[in-house]
Every structure is written in C-alpha cells, then in structure tokens.
C-alpha cells in the first residue's frame, strides 16, 4: 500500500530552527509537496521538490532524496505565526496526491 | 480577490438528509477536487474533476456525487448523510488536470456535523 509517515507533534521555541520530516512509500513519484494549514483553515502552498536535494524560499527549506524516500521541511528564526500543521504530500506514478496526516508544530516563547 | 469558496462554511444535518456542498473558483482552473479531511487522517480525495464535463472517483467516492456543468462550480452532494461523513470538507482546483504535478489550491472549507 501507499504510506507516508510523518511525526504527529513537535514543539520548537521562538526564534529557533526545527526540521520537520517525512518518509513515504508509493507506487512511482512524480514530485512532493509541503503545505501549510493553520486550526480551522484551509491548506496553502509552500513548498514542490521532484528532484533530489535542497529547495530554499525565505526561512522555509525543503529537501528530497527519493533513494531513500525521504523529505524534510527546515523551518528557521520560528514565529508564533508558524504554528500550524504541515502536511506532506506525494504524487505518485498515476499523478495521484497522497497526503500524509500531518504535523501539528507548536511554538512556545 | 481570486480564489475558490465554499459553502455553507457549516452545516449540521440530520442523519438521512441530502445535502449539497457548494464549490466555486475564478481561476479558470481546469481540475477540481473534494477531500474530506478527518482527525488524525491525511487528506482524503472523494471525487474529481479534469474539466468541465469530466468527473473521477477518488479514495472514498462511497455516498458522494459530484457534477461538473462549468468550468468554474463543482458541487458535492450527499443523498443520504450517515454520521461516518461528519467532516471537514475542502474543494480544491489546479491548472493542470489531475494527471499533474500542479500545485492544488484549497477553499476554506465546510464543517458538516450529521447526527
């Protein structure tokens, strides 16, 4: 079956850095996806990687290494603002989005 | 401003009501999508759209019917509501078709209760 697999929960503090992963098995890749989705919005944008290794935009990175199945979302200088599930998702060989269940990421002061 | 809404933004219902979620983008975007997306869960797809006219079942198409008259609405209707379908609701649409690496943009969703 098609899995991805990502941490329930993480804590970080104001200001620091937190790395946020996801591993996933699929039939075929075509690309993978992290999305922001704040309590009781909608999901939105944030992040595409289809080739391996490291995509930066502002304080947000993302990186994949489809040998080993494997992205992570780099998060530096936290803002409150940033608490907020992060979604991975994965295309896979028929162009399907699977979605990971998400990580709830909460910033203490 | 450009985007795709939705309503109601939510609705309780009784068990064995039909009820129609409503989905409306500006992009011109030719794919549409519904997901319901429940605790714990990734997002699940229920049905989609590549173009006006054209609709596909997605991971949970049991108990949902979508219809695609136009570019622009696509409807989610549930003929029967079981409490299993109290959920959150989000449409979403892209440029490209669903055979796509297109990035998916998402309304603010519908919160349906049924008891």
């Known amino acids: 079956g098609q899995n991805i697999d990502q941490p329930t929960e993480m804590t970080a503090t104001e200001g620091a850095i937190v790395q946020i992963n996801c591993t996933y098995q699929?039939?075929?890749?075509?690309?993978l996806f992290w999305y922001q989705q704040h309590a009781g919005e909608a999901p939105t944008f944030l992040s595409y990687?289809?080739l391996d290794g490291l995509e930066e935009k502002g304080r947000f990175s993302s990186f994949l290494s489809r040998s080993k199945g494997y992205s992570y979302l780099l998060l530096k200088e936290l803002q409150m603002k940033d608490s907020a599930s992060y979604l991975c998702?994965?295309?896979?060989?028929?162009?399907?989005?699977?979605w990971g269940a998400g990580t709830k990421l909460i910033i203490k002061p | 401003i450009a985007g795709i809404t939705q309503a109601p933004t939510s609705q309780i219902l009784a068990a064995g009501r039909r009820m129609t979620l409503r989905c409306t983008q500006d992009?011109?975007?030719?794919?549409m999508y519904w997901y319901r997306q429940d605790l714990g869960l990734g997002l699940r797809l229920i049905h989609y759209?590549?173009?006006?006219?054209?609709?596909g079942k997605g991971e949970v198409p049991d108990g949902y019917s979508v219809s695609r008259a136009n570019t622009d609405d696509f409807p989610l209707t549930l003929a029967s509501a079981v409490p299993s379908q109290t959920s959150v609701y989000f449409c979403?649409?892209?440029?490209?078709?669903?055979?796509?690496?297109?990035?998916?943009?998402f309304g603010p969703g519908t919160r349906l209760t049924v008891l």
């Open positions: 990687n289809v």
């Open positions: 992009m011109r975007h030719n794919a």
């Open positions: 998702a994965v295309t896979d060989s028929n162009y399907q989005l699977i």
């Open positions: 759209s590549n173009t006006a006219g054209t609709t």
């Open positions: 979403a649409s892209s440029d490209g078709t669903s055979g796509s690496t297109d990035t998916q943009y």
């Open positions: 699929t039939s075929g890749f075509n690309g």
